[in-house]
């Protein structure tokens, strides 16, 4: 069954069903000419301070021309604030419920000579067809998205498709009976400033960079409360941001208990995580501390 493309839209009524019904949505200048260069000059400069420490991550094919930056959320400010935009609220609570978790914020700077990247789904370690997604994800075009310079590539309804779901052997998913190709996709186009936001259950991967500038991107990649996040951002996140961000990013980043689910005493506690642990370490019978390690 041939599906319709999803065009570019601001109509996030139309986004949010070109996501049921495609898998994936364009919205247009979401961000401004000037929050685009500022997100692009944090990233341009960390991804050249990772290569001069010798920490850089590469992939990309045998050369390993791609540079990849994990954990946006300890690298600057700008990041932090861009995982309060309202369009994350609007999309990903229509796909994974109001209550939904950053799992990852990351980069991937496509260069020149890169290869495809092997198609997968964000959710394929689940291990079987979901008939909503667990996890969803956020691709912030700093630069123009295109078929020749390495833009997202989508197999447009597959998330739909039953058979079409890795079947989870640990970390590593199984090939499904009815795994597409790179034949099967399409290049998600797009200027600079748009959003390419797509369902956990689609296929999709990196495409080849064949222009002679890198291709710029932030991937925040998004999940329902009780998923485990990619990223373990309440202990990886830096100390000293804890103690001075906002409550509505630390909540969204897992700071706090969902139905029971991550917490580190009561249930229910009464000072939110951010603000102190609350742990209780061995106590003597008159409530005196014990020597934790005895």
Known sequence: MTVQLAQPTSDLNQARA?????????????????????????LQAQAAGERARGVA??????????QRIWMLLNKGRVFRDLMLHPIIGELMGHLLGPDFLVSSFTANIAHPGGEPMVLH??????????????????????????DANGGTRLVPGSHLDAAATPR???????????????????????????ILCFDGRIWHGTGANRTDKP????????????????ENLTMGLDPAICDAERPALLNRLGFATWAGLGRIESPRPSTPLFVTPGRVGPLGPDGAPLDPLA
Not at 133 to 146: G, K, R, T
């Open 18 to 42: 070109d996501l049921d019904e495609r898998g994936y949505c364009i919205v247009p200048n979401v961000l401004s000419r000037a929050e685009i260069e500022t997100l692009k000059a944090r």
């Open 57 to 66: 991550f590469h992939d990309g094919g045998p050369s390993r021309p791609n």
């Open 121 to 146: 789904t964000d959710q394929g370690y689940v291990g079987f067809w979901t008939p909503k997604p667990v996890v969803a994800n956020i691709a912030w075009m700093l630069d123009d998205f295109s």
């Open 168 to 194: 989870s052997s640990a970390y590593v998913p199984d090939e499904p009976s009815n795994m597409p190709t790179l034949e099967d996709t399409i290049a998600a186009d797009g200027p600079a400033g748009s």
């Open 215 to 230: 291709r710029h991107a932030l991937l925040s990649y998004h999940c329902r409360p009780f998923i485990r996040p990619q």
